[in-house]
Nanobody, 122 residues
Framework: VQLQASGGGLVQPGGSLRLSCVVS????????IAWFRQVPGGDREFVAT????????YYGDSVKGRFTISRDNAKSTVSLQMNSLKPEDTAVYYC????????????????WGQGTQVTVSS
């Protein structure tokens, strides 16, 4: 089982980035996929999740209206479109998989991907 996150980088405030999480070793449509983020010394914070059926999505309060999560089961890929980025969005972003429809806590995560760094700075 592997989750491969990519797409991070340096962007100016107000800019956009698109993160991707490619999964292998399991059938994507059997799992909810979430994004979490973490700053040095902090806990992993829930960002967004998409249920096994893509009509159900959930977002953390700090990203609602700016981030959009989507999935393409045929490509085994989940994406996180991040718009109107702010310096406080700077963190390492992790994708994660679990069977809970409302995958919003680290305790419900079965599999973690490696992180991708997002830095929002002028």
């Amino acid at each position: 089982v592997q989750l491969q996150a990519s797409g991070g980088g340096l962007v100016q405030p107000g800019g956009s980035l698109r993160l991707s999480c490619v999964v292998s070793g399991f059938t994507l449509d059997g799992y909810a996929i979430a994004w979490f983020r973490q700053v040095p010394g902090g806990d992993r914070e829930f960002v967004a999740t998409i249920a096994q059926t893509s009509s159900r999505t959930y977002y953390g309060d700090s990203v609602k209206g700016r981030f959009t999560i989507s999935r393409d089961n045929a490509k085994s890929t989940v994406s996180l479109q991040m718009n109107s980025l702010k310096p406080e969005d700077t963190a390492v972003y992790y994708c994660a998989a679990g069977t809970s429809v409302t995958l919003r806590t680290t305790g419900a995560v079965l599999y973690w991907g490696q992180g991708t760094q997002v830095t929002v700075s002028s």
